[in-house]
């Protein structure tokens, strides 16, 4: 989900917030496998059951091993993982392997093995975390290894297990445009391209329609990131976007829009280096089209309009892993309304606490506690560009905004109090020698 990174905003979405996002670069794909799933009916009681089982299991072994982040061996020391596994009983080590069938392989490890759970451990001390972490994503949706990736292994992004050694900053390939296809690739019978006009309200009002029913959802289907169509206009049509890069697929017969990808311009420095790239976002396809693999033929269309633009490198950020994070980002949310949060099964109470508790702890004051608070307008612009840069350059990968791109992302222009999506900001400190200066 790309639009949870920009920085200084708080978008007005609503929705289960995971705690961590991996980010990749490559084209987008909210999950590798969520297209091949059969439409099923609702499990029965002993189903629901055996899997709120599997799923603790899953979350424990993830705890073991440091909270389950997708982060390679780079942000965890041997020594950390070494501890980490050495902490893990047989039976964990065994769900493990069970969840990644070509890590067992690669071990040795299956029916009529002989090897020793001290064997298997010592074993599994010489992995890097992302090996072992690859059967382990949250909600169980990720529950394979680089082997089952079909259309993965096909794009051209490193590889699980490829050495991380140094390599130049830039494009995987760049492609020859008079070689890229003029015309989309095949779909389905019944089913055909388009490219959205988000100008018009009817196809704003498709696209919400189209999200509202059918994107990112919790495991329970209780909770779905419900966007208006004021946060898709923000999220769309920023800064030098593109109409091509809005790609759906309609059923032929009743026009109705079944599936939808997007792409938004940035510049994403890498260390020194800036690179052209797309940010893809709001991949979505209809529920009963989830066994068709269609998801794959999205992440196609989008990866030749983007090279039919020259740009040769995009950036995506999804809930599951998928190969190869570059780098993961966190995010978080406040309750406002934890009674109601609670009443609807979002907000869980802690154990040894009380509602009344809860409701007192997040209350919010009368008045701020920071000092010169105030909300961002146009005449800070330019200063919070400037502190935004500088907070940036921190970092080895981050975007450039330009003043254009702050005015918008964070300072969004609406023409009525409902269309507001983002509230924006600033602490300004005026230097007693230079009235005219402030800090923000």
């Known amino acids: 989900m790309a639009d949870e990174q920009k920085a200084g905003a708080a978008p007005a979405d609503k929705g289960k917030a995971p705690e961590e996002t991996p980010v990749t670069t490559t084209t987008q794909a909210e999950s590798d496998n969520e297209e091949e799933q059969e ?25 073991a091993l440091g909270g389950g982040s997708a982060e ?58 992302e090996e072992i972490m690859t059967g382990l994503a949250s909600s169980g949706k990720n529950v394979k290894d680089m082997a089952s990736y079909k259309f993965w292994q096909t794009q051209p992004v490193p590889k699980f297990g490829e050495s991380s050694g140094p ?48 994107y990112v959802e919790d495991d329970e289907a209780m ?48 260390r020194k280096k800036v690179l052209h790239a797309s940010e893809v976002n709001f991949m979505v396809v209809h529920k009963k089209l989830r066994s068709k ?53 979002f907000s869980p109470l802690p154990a040894n606490s009380k509602p009344q508790y809860q409701i007192r702890k997040y209350a919010l004051p009368d008045h701020t506690g920071t000092k010169h608070l105030r909300p961002m307008e146009e005449k800070d612009i330019d200063g919070v560009l400037d502190l935004l840069r500088r907070y940036l350059d921190r970092f080895d990968m981050a975007p450039m905004f330009t003043r254009e791109e702050v005015e918008h992302w964070l300072l969004y222009k609406k023409t009525s109090p409902e269309e507001q999506v983002v509230w924006s900001y600033v602490v300004e400190v005026r230097h007693k020698s230079s009235p005219d200066l402030a800090l923000y």
């Open 39 to 63: 439409d099923t009916t609702a499990p029965s009681t002993a189903a629901g059951t055996a899997s709120k089982k599997k799923k603790s299991k899953r979350k424990r072994v993830k705890a």
């Open 72 to 129: 390679g061996s780079e942000s965890a020391s041997r020594d950390d993982l070494n501890k980490a596994v050495g902490g893990l009983g047989a039976a964990d080590i065994q769900q493990i392997l069970k969840m990644n069938p070509a890590l067992a392989q690669q071990m040795g490890v299956g029916e009529g093995s002989e090897l020793s759970d001290k064997k298997i451990q010592e074993a599994m001390k010489k992995l890097n975390l």
């Open 167 to 214: 390599v130049e900053e830039g494009p995987f390939k760049i492609v020859d445009i008079e070689k890229v296809p003029k015309e989309p690739g095949p779909l389905l019978p019944g089913f055909e391209w388009v490219t959205m006009d988000l100008t018009k309200e009817e196809e704003i009002q498709e696209l919400f329609s189209l999200l509202y029913g059918h």
């Open 223 to 270: 909770f779905r990131f419900n966007y208006s169509e004021s946060f898709l206009r923000w999220a769309l049509m920023c800064p030098g976007w593109t109409k091509e890069w809005h790609v759906g697929i309609r059923a032929s017969a009743s026009r109705k829009l079944v599936a939808f990808i997007s792409a938004i311009p940035v510049a994403l420095r890498v």
């Open 293 to 345: 693999r269609m998801a794959p033929v999205l992440i196609k269309e989008i990866t030749r309009r983007c090279y039919l633009l020259k740009t040769w490198q995009a950036i995506y950020t999804g809930g599951v892993v998928l190969p190869k994070p570059v780098s993961t980002c966190r995010y978080f949310h406040r309750s406002l309304d934890w009674q109601k949060l609670y009443e609807v099964g």
